[in-house]
């Protein structure tokens, strides 16, 4: 499995360099945690391709929203406790007042794809794989499925204000279920938007 996500995400890493911050909100004390989307953005010093992560604690604070783009191609991730155990699982996910839909969700704690994509180095990482149930049986999460399952995300997020998800196979603990208030996502998230349009 991190062979596989390895290779979804390789495709990105020629395109990032060291992260810079786009718009920084620093919080007035080193012990608080920001408010609202944090948008960092990452620059190759060779190619100057540019790469963003927007990411957005729960109203819980137990978990984090994120959204990476690279290329044009988006992936959408949570950032949950680490009690939270399993390479796969699933997850019941709903915006607004919508029907939820079920996501497949796959971890990813290596090193180089934190830094790729702007994962927790001291939470576990889910990358959303995709919501198709005949995909995820057959194991199909391939790099075009995972782009079109985090543009999918970015719409939603987009047209929403809020986001709630509950993994499907953890027991009940800290992150296994939060709720995103969405809202200000257009406004610090127009730099990203601007070099990676939703289509």
């Not at 929403?160 to 499907?168: D, E, F, K, T």
């Not at 995103?180 to 990203?192: D, E, H, R, V, Y």
Request: proline share 4%; glycine share 8%; net charge positive.
């Amino acid at each position: 499995m991190v062979r596989r996500m390895g290779a979804v995400l390789f495709s990105c890493a020629l395109l990032v360099g060291s992260p810079t911050v786009a718009s920084p909100q620093t919080p007035s004390a080193k012990t608080a945690r920001p408010a609202g989307w944090v948008l960092n953005k990452q620059v190759d010093k060779l190619t100057d391709a540019q790469a963003f992560t927007i990411v957005r604690r729960s109203n819980e604070g137990t978990a984090s929203l994120g959204i990476h783009c690279a290329g044009g191609s988006y992936t959408a991730f949570l950032a949950v406790p680490k009690t939270v155990e399993g390479a796969l699982t699933l997850a019941e996910v709903r915006f607004d007042k919508r029907e939820a839909i079920g996501v497949t969700l796959q971890r990813f704690d290596e090193e180089f794809l934190v830094s790729l994509i702007g994962g927790s180095k001291t939470q576990a990482n889910y990358v959303f794989m995709t919501d198709d149930a005949q995909k995820a049986v057959a194991g199909n999460f391939s790099a075009d499925e995972t782009a079109r399952m985090g543009m999918s995300v970015v719409k939603a997020v987009q047209s929403s204000s809020q986001m709630v998800y509950r993994l499907s196979l953890v027991t009940a603990g800290s992150g296994t279920e939060a709720t995103f208030n969405l809202s200000g996502f257009a406004q610090t998230a127009a730099p990203m938007i601007k070099e990676c349009p939703i289509q």
